[in-house]
Nanobody
Framework: QLRLVESGGGLVQPGESLRLSCAAP????????IGWFFQAPGKDREGVSC????????YYAGSVKGRFTISRDNAKNTVYLQMSDLKPEDTGVYYC?????????????????????WGQGIQVTVSS
């Protein structure tokens, strides 16, 4: 069983930045994908950004391209989502997920919101 622990959410003003972390303590599998997903109030969950642990390939949803950056630290089993120029419409719960299916791509994971394991979610609120 893989446990994913999200941290770094909170309340910020429009234009500010936050960094979310998704840690997988003690998990050292060489290949899997990690994705960040976003759920606004009353809406379906959607993919924001996904990354491959093995080769570092990334995918970004159009709404965050140029503002968010996903990265990984394999030594710490942690994936980060650096969010800049935050907007009120970025408000919602952010989840990280891990997927071990080698047949998918980072784009597939993000666009179909697949995941074998999910974190508990973390709130991000962007408001003045």
């Amino acid at each position: 069983q893989l446990r994913l622990v999200e941290s770094g959410g909170g309340l910020v003003q429009p234009g500010e930045s936050l960094r979310l972390s998704c840690a997988a303590p003690g998990f050292t599998a060489p290949h899997y994908f990690i994705g960040w997903f976003f759920q606004a109030p009353g809406k379906d969950r959607e993919g924001v950004s996904c990354i491959s642990k093995s080769d570092g390939s990334t995918y970004y949803a159009g709404s965050v391209k140029g503002r968010f950056t996903i990265s990984r630290d394999n030594a710490k089993n942690t994936v980060y989502l650096q969010m800049s120029d935050l907007k009120p419409e970025d408000t919602g719960v952010y989840y990280c997920a891990a997927d071990f299916d080698r047949a998918i791509t980072v784009e597939t994971m993000c666009t179909t919101s697949t995941g074998d394991f999910w974190g508990q979610g973390i709130q991000v609120t962007v408001s003045s």
